[in-house]
């Protein structure tokens, strides 16, 4: 069963506190995406991997960083967090190459007081 | 500047009714457009794919079509059910590839009511 699984799903954090959220896909997909998505926008990239320690910055990068140590999992992380980071966050995961399909995790719902 | 643009933002329909949801993009080059569902608080579920010029699909109650020229594409949602309440989501997408980038609508927030 093709599946993204992110943890937490929900998540309220003070400003200043460290934020870590997981990704993970069983597909063995190479590539995987960090979206954010805020009302009437749009889904935002924030960072993109093309595999184990391959990351780029996506359109939004600044206030985030990631991790991925290996191909199944994907982990952003916010030092520091900020009130302009609440936000959905959704991760995604695809093939490289063709079939070109990105498959969505559920998405994580983080609030910063 | 946002380059897909999705109308109408909100519709309401009566349940067993038929709707069409509107995507323009300015995306160059656009290698394809893919429509997706998002129920509240999920992930993004894929409904279909449109890759060559004036290309028309079909997904159950599902269609859409694609004019590469216009950068226009349209769904259609046919005899809508309560379940069909969800954000419809336009996706452009500049390669065919994880090369490429996604460009996304906002999304066109679709309510069906008994």
């Known amino acids: 069963d093709m599946k993204v699984t992110q943890m937490p799903r929900y998540l309220i954090k003070r400003m200043g506190e460290n934020v870590l959220l997981e990704c993970g896909q069983d597909m063995s997909h190479e590539t995987m995406y960090w979206y954010r998505q805020d009302p009437g926008l749009g889904l935002q990239l924030i960072y993109i991997?093309?595999?184990?320690?391959?990351?780029s910055e996506g359109d939004i990068p600044k206030g985030y960083r990631v991790s991925r140590k290996k191909r199944e999992h994907f982990s952003l992380i916010l030092d520091s967090a900020k009130t302009n980071q609440t936000s959905v966050y959704f991760c995604?995961?695809?093939?490289?190459?063709?079939?070109?399909?990105?498959?969505f995790g559920p998405g994580t719902r983080l609030t910063v007081l | 500047k946002t380059q897909v643009e999705q109308s109408p933002q909100s519709l309401v329909v009566r349940q067993g009714e038929n709707c069409v949801l509107q995507?323009?993009?300015?995306?160059?080059?656009?290698?394809?457009l893919r429509w997706f569902k998002q129920d509240t608080g999920k992930g993004l579920v894929s409904l279909t794919v449109?890759?060559?010029?004036?290309d028309k699909t079909s997904n159950g109650r599902y269609s859409a079509t694609l004019d590469k020229d216009a950068k226009h594409s349209t769904l259609h949602i046919t005899a809508t059910l309560l379940d069909d309440t969800a954000t419809y989501i336009c996706v452009v997408g500049d390669r065919g590839s994880a090369l490429g980038r996604l460009h996304f609508g906002a999304g066109t927030q679709l309510i069906v009511i008994p």
């Open positions: 995507c323009n993009y300015s995306v160059t080059p656009d290698n394809h």
């Open positions: 991997s093309y595999d184990v320690d391959s990351n």
């Open positions: 995604a995961s695809s093939f490289h190459r063709g079939p070109y399909e990105q498959y």
């Open positions: 449109l890759v060559h010029e004036n």
